[in-house]
């Protein structure tokens, strides 16, 4: 009887350690897509600002209004994959919101030409 009790406390300690790692490692774990959400919205922001701050830069070199217009899908259709890569789905859906606007202002000079 007293072999059943000596076994019953020891699967009890180990009982006891496994469920406080297994919740160190979903601590951990949470903490890790925390943190790699962190990077990816960083690197999402600093690809963004770059970008604008080129725009700049070529929208004051461009003459017409339609090389600046054409970068700008072009753009939008490498953020956009980006954006959804980086799991940044609200902005994906922005963007593509803001492609569908330039490229039907794009095509309704045209049209009316």
Request: hydrophobic share 45%.
């Amino acid at each position: 009887m007293s072999s059943h009790n000596e076994e019953h406390k020891f699967s009890d300690i180990f009982s006891d350690t496994s469920d406080l790692r297994d919740e160190q490692i979903a601590e951990l774990q949470e903490r890790l897509t925390a943190e790699k959400d962190a990077r990816n919205e960083e690197r999402f922001i600093f690809i963004a600002v770059t970008v604008i701050l080129l725009n700049v830069v070529f929208f004051s070199v461009m003459p017409s209004f339609g090389g600046p217009i054409a970068l700008l899908i072009l753009e939008l259709l490498v953020l956009i994959p980006l954006a959804s890569r980086l799991g940044m789905e609200e902005v994906k859906q922005i963007l593509s919101r803001a492609l569908d606007r330039v490229a039907s202002n794009a095509q309704d000079p045209s049209d009316s030409g």
